[in-house]
């Protein structure tokens, strides 16, 4: 049986060693891939013959000292909503059936760049709406630790793939918790990073002011070398940032003396959140203090109002973003059955988007119809600045913020999909982040009933590298993210 793919680090330490190449490596992502992905469901379109020609590449690269980064010879899978030249991108959404895209992703350009080796795509929630992968025209992603629970979601497929040892990296996107959520589900570690870190081009939108690119990984210092390749300014992205390429890497050293950790005492008034959850945060925060750090309660009032101001603020940008996929230049289109173009654009959005898509293209569009615009979506932009107003004032008192990713473990696959409200409300600590640009990290921190449950910490906009540095001071001082599932 082909062993689960190691963390980044000790493949980097098997490479350098010359105990292992990078042909060897995508050859042990495709072997495990056969043996568990057919129940897991996590790889779309793979690509072992393209994938094996550059990790030769690679090896000569090697051979000949012309390395380009630490990630030359890694295996990584990319989320179906990042577009990578002459490749399939079908968001998993009947709609893009059959579309291969011109270009590629500013992310997937840094990744080749690097010389990563970039072997599938994976599976997600349509246009990654939704908290399960259950919203795929693929059918569901599986949570590695356990085949009856859902993975999470947007980016469920990323995060299966990189628990269940089928890939070492894996990239995402996050609206509003779509890295973060999966990775506490899976018991990995999912960054989302500060609004502009990483460029946008190329992925493709939900909701422009909040969508971002990020890591999923074994690890801390994993998901930092690939948020360094990853982050840096962008032409072909307005809403890039224009910092150079983060060096994150450099800043973990396992010190967080005198470091102030936020405590949100609002989090004990959040309905469904799991004691069990609450404890083992409140024990990771506990082991922080052993290393130096201290703890304090802070206020951010406004976060009852967060997930309401979400789903109005995502639906109204998605409303606007998915008007382009109309069947007429790429993709599925139906027939219009001699109507006109109008019955056509009717029936192609009909048939090739699935129900959460529709259900959010028309909650936007009615946020920003006549009559409701000042009603639900000016108010919802309002609390967005309060809730902003919260995130600065709390960041005056604390380094970092730390509370849970989701308020309980991975669910049963099927549990919630006729219970819109119910599984939104899987994201309810987890959308600040994205409202307010904030860096925010998951990684695991216990276990119910052999469950993983995540640790969530977020920092100042900017403020990446210090995310990270705790969460590695927390993994130098704990195993959980050493547990793989039992697969």
Not at 19 to 31: K, Y
Not at 49 to 75: C, F, K, N, Q, Y
Not at 116 to 131: P, Q
Not at 355 to 363: H, N, S
Request: charged share 20%; glycine share 10%; hydrophobic share 40%.
């Amino acid at each position: 049986m082909a062993a689960p793919i190691a963390s980044l680090i000790e493949l980097c330490a098997d490479l350098e060693s010359g105990r292992s190449s990078a042909v060897a490596l995508v050859e042990n992502v495709f072997a495990r891939a056969d043996e568990v992905d057919g129940a897991l469901q996590t790889l779309l379109h793979p690509r072992r013959a393209a994938a094996l020609e550059e990790a030769a590449v690679s090896d000569a690269r090697r051979a000949a000292g012309r390395l380009r980064s630490p990630l030359d010879g890694i295996p990584i899978a990319i989320k179906d909503n990042i577009v990578q030249a002459g490749e399939p991108a079908s968001c998993a959404s009947r709609i893009l059936e059959g579309y291969r895209s011109p270009f590629s992703a500013t992310a997937v350009e840094r990744l080749r760049g690097a010389g990563a080796v970039i072997v599938a795509r994976t599976n997600m929630d349509e246009f990654a709406m939704g908290s399960s992968t259950e919203n795929s025209v693929r059918g569901p992603s599986r949570n590695p630790w356990s085949l009856e629970r859902t993975p999470g979601g947007s980016s469920g497929g990323s995060a299966a793939a990189v628990s269940a040892g089928i890939v070492p990296l894996a990239l995402g996107s996050d609206t509003g918790g779509s890295i973060r959520q999966p990775a506490s589900f899976c018991g990995v570690v999912g960054m989302k990073p500060t609004y502009g870190r990483v460029s946008r081009r190329g992925l493709v939108a939900f909701a422009s002011s909040l969508d971002q690119i990020g890591p999923i990984a074994r690890s801390a210092r994993d998901c930092a070398l690939l948020l360094d390749v990853l982050s840096g300014a962008d032409p072909g992205d307005s809403t890039a940032l224009p910092e150079a390429a983060l060096e994150s890497h450099r800043a973990l050293d396992g010190d967080v003396s005198g470091l102030r950790i936020g405590l949100p005492k609002e989090i004990r008034e959040t309905p469904g959140v799991s004691p069990e959850v609450l404890t083992k945060v409140e024990e990771a925060v506990a082991e922080l203090e052993r290393a130096g750090a201290r703890s304090l309660e802070v206020s951010l009032p406004h976060t009852r109002f967060a997930l309401a101001t979400y789903y109005l603020i995502s639906t109204a940008e998605a409303s606007g973003n998915l008007a382009r996929f109309d069947g007429v230049r790429y993709g599925f289109r139906a027939s219009s059955d001699g109507g006109g173009v109008t019955p056509m654009y009717e029936r192609t959005r009909s048939a090739g988007f699935g129900d959460e898509v529709k259900r959010r293209i028309l909650l936007g569009t009615f946020a920003l119809s006549a009559g409701y615009y000042d009603a639900y979506y000016r108010k919802a932009q309002q609390l967005r600045t309060l809730l902003l107003r919260d995130f600065e004032a709390a960041f005056q008192h604390c380094d970092v913020l730390a509370l849970p990713t989701t308020p309980q473990p991975a669910f049963r696959i099927g549990e919630k999909t006729g219970e819109p409200l119910s599984m939104y409300l899987t994201d309810v600590f987890t959308v600040p982040a994205n409202l307010t640009g904030a860096p925010g990290v998951s990684l695991p921190c216990g276990f119910q009933d052999g469950l993983p449950l995540g640790l969530q910490l977020m920092g100042r906009p900017l403020e990446d590298a210090t995310v990270l540095r705790v969460a590695d001071a927390f993994q130098r001082r704990s195993e959980y993210h050493l547990q793989r599932p039992p697969l």
